[in-house]
């Protein structure tokens, strides 16, 4: 069982930054890939990024590379999203969620673990 709490959606300007985090707790080895995925409204849903959290390995979605930034702080079982210039079709629900095993892609890979999402609005 792996239970993940998203923080820190809201509001902002286009251009501007929110940092996601996405608190983990449960089965280690049920949640060895960290994902973020959004879902806009009438849009399928997309994986953003996604950390290997044994090795540091990262992945990431070719609409937010250069902007977002995926980590982890191992210690408090918690990895972030930082996002940076963000545009107004960055909006969207955005999903932490987990998986156990050592490819993490999230384009490719399905992810098993998922939170309860934290929604974010960029204004033009």
């Known amino acids: 069982q792996v239970l993940l709490v998203e923080s820190g959606g809201g509001s902002v300007q286009a251009g501007g930054s929110l940092r996601l985090s996405c608190a983990a707790s449960?089965?280690?080895?049920?949640?060895?890939?960290m994902g973020w995925f959004r879902q806009a409204p009438g849009k399928e849903r997309e994986g953003v990024a996604a950390?290997?959290?044994?090795?540091?390995?990262?992945y990431y979605a070719d609409s937010v590379k250069g902007r977002f930034t995926i980590s982890q702080d191992r210690a408090k079982n918690t990895a972030y999203l930082q996002m940076n210039s963000l545009k107004p079709e960055d909006s969207a629900i955005y999903y932490c969620?987990?998986?156990?095993?050592?490819?993490?892609?999230?384009?490719?890979?399905?992810?098993?673990?998922w939170g309860q999402g934290t929604q974010v609005t960029v204004s033009s």
């Open positions: 950390i290997y959290t044994v090795g540091g390995g990262t």
């Open positions: 449960g089965d280690t080895y049920r949640r060895s890939c």
């Open positions: 969620a987990a998986r156990g095993g050592v490819r993490c892609n999230p384009g490719i890979i399905e992810y098993n673990n």
